[in-house]
């Protein structure tokens, strides 16, 4: 099958300037005694403008990175049912097990998920479908693992791992590699693990395109390219404070906070909010309204500034175990306390920024360049200050570097889920963007005593859009 809008592509050659394709190629070949047959390769993100929003449906705007998850891949010489992984980085551990007992295990509260759970994901998701059509042959697997994304810090490397899974096992099980297939159900498959993301990460892995970002809405999931300003350089920066979301109940009290807000809502306005889960739902579907008079409604009904769990079962008129079931996450159950003005007003105030960046983005020529980047910056900065002070999900290593970014002059925001990891920053040229770094290694990297054991292009790099998964057939 040739690439062309809707199907990912497959090469029919693995491109052997990669070295670490090679390098992979060659460790699978060594851990396996036998060859790879095909390669997986999935992107990271990072995400411009449009920072928690997705899980309450309004769109975002993220570009793949040239980081990504590779994977080397061939069907179990033995056929049996078996699904073996193993990864070039001694820390991620060598795993195994029949993929009919596949078993997706939740970290207890502080610990982080074994990273085969990621992959597990992304192959449950892919069966689970596949099933509901009828029967399907059990066939087991070899997999090795190259990654490198940094790792809990906002570049969607989760994404990547359960998206390179879902991909290996829809090239095997015959499925169509339609790409908004496959991103909507290695979104939905991704919450096997706890986090109840809104589906950006798995959206930008399989739409992204070389030399653009992308504008991308979903219900249903799709993509429209941004042509970003030609001089525009964005730089990511990682803060080196590293956040991994499954760990923490943080991401998931706020995919919490605005689905009661967003019921809230819809009670004070006399829908029906039983049935009503996402803000952008409530904003174009049922009262279909603009943005902005959304805005003004939050303003008219959140007036507390903490909602407590007792309040809100006697508005809603319902007791703790109906509360919990319709509102709640596993690991949420035991919140009391809600901010829901707050996360509302970030999230429709976000998405009014989401379309200035877009309107920005379109109308630029080359006349106005400068300026469109300027109003790219303020809009970056304007998203940071709400991310901090409506959202709570920054973190004081994040705020160190905004406060360099600022102080040199830069427009920079935190991407991803914050509480950690990566800040990304808009420069109007290759010149600006080269002295902002050494500006970022003076004041930030060079007293970090960490800093020092990394290589600093991998911590701290100008970014440039890639494509989406590719898949190349080994020769
Ligand atoms: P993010 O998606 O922001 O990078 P998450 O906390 O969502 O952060 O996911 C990080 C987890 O993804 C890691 O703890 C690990 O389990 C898994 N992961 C990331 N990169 C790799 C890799 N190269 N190999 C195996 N697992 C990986
Ligand atoms: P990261 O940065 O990968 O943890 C998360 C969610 C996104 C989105 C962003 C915040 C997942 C897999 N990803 O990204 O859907 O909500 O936070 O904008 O849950
Ligand atoms: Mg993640």
């Known amino acids: 099958m040739e690439s062309d809008d809707l199907f990912v592509n497959v090469n029919k050659h693995i491109d052997a300037a990669d070295e670490r394709l090679v390098q992979l190629r060659d460790f699978f070949f060594k851990e396996f005694s036998t060859k790879a047959e095909f390669f997986v390769k999935v992107p990271g993100r990072v995400n411009l403008i449009g920072e928690h929003v997705d899980y309450s449906g309004f769109p975002v705007c993220p570009m793949a990175l040239s980081q990504n998850i590779l994977l080397a891949v061939a069907t179990s010489p033995n056929n049996d049912d078996i699904i073996h992984l193993k990864n070039m980085q001694s820390k991620y551990k060598s795993f195994k097990c029949s993929i009919d007992h596949i078993k997706i295990e939740l970290p207890k509260p502080g610990t982080y998920p074994g990273w085969h759970n990621y992959f597990l994901c992304g192959v449950k998701g892919i069966l689970d479908y596949i099933h509901k059509m009828g029967d399907y042959p059990r066939k087991g697997f070899l997999v090795a693992v190259s990654g490198n994304i940094p790792p809990a810090a906002g570049l969607s490397s989760s994404s990547a791992l359960v998206c390179s899974a879902a991909l290996t096992t829809a090239f095997l099980y015959d499925l169509p590699l339609n790409k908004t297939l496959l991103a909507t159900l290695s979104a939905s498959s991704e919450h096997y693990i706890g986090t109840q993301g809104g589906g950006m990460d798995q959206a930008i892995a399989f739409l992204a395109k070389k030399g653009c970002a992308q504008y991308i809405e979903f219900n249903p999931v799709r993509a429209t390219p941004i042509q970003l300003p030609p001089d525009a350089v964005f730089v990511i920066a990682n803060s080196l404070a590293e956040a991994n979301k499954a760990a923490t109940s943080d991401f998931n009290k706020r995919v919490v906070e605005c689905r009661i807000a967003t019921k809230l809502l819809a009670k004070f306005t006399d829908r029906p909010w039983q049935d ?200």
């Open 276 to 475: 009503i889960e996402k803000l952008g739902q409530l904003q174009s579907e049922v009262l279909d309204v603009e943005l902005e008079e959304f805005e003004a409604l939050i303003k008219k009904h959140l007036t507390k500034d903490v909602y407590t769990k007792d309040e809100l079962m006697s508005i809603f008129h319902i007791h703790e175990k109906e509360f919990e079931e319709k509102m709640l996450t596993p690991n949420t159950k035991d919140e009391k306390e809600f901010k829901l003005k707050q996360r509302a007003l970030h999230v429709i105030q976000e998405a009014i920024r989401v379309e200035h960046f877009r309107h920005v983005t379109d109308n630029a020529d080359d006349d106005d360049e400068e300026d469109a980047i300027d109003q790219m910056s303020e809009l970056m900065k304007r998203s940071h200050k709400s991310l901090r002070n409506l959202y709570e999900c920054s973190h004081e290593n994040l705020e160190e570097l905004i406060k360099i970014s600022k102080e040199f002059g830069v427009g920079a925001r935190l991407t991803g889920a914050g509480w950690g990891g990566c800040i990304v920053a808009l420069t109007d040229s290759i010149t600006t963007c080269d002295r902002y770094i050494a500006t970022l290694n003076e004041c930030y990297y060079d007293l970090m005593p960490q800093a020092k054991h990394l290589e600093f292009d991998q911590i701290c790099f100008a970014t440039e859009p890639q494509n989406g998964a590719e898949i190349f057939i080994a020769e």
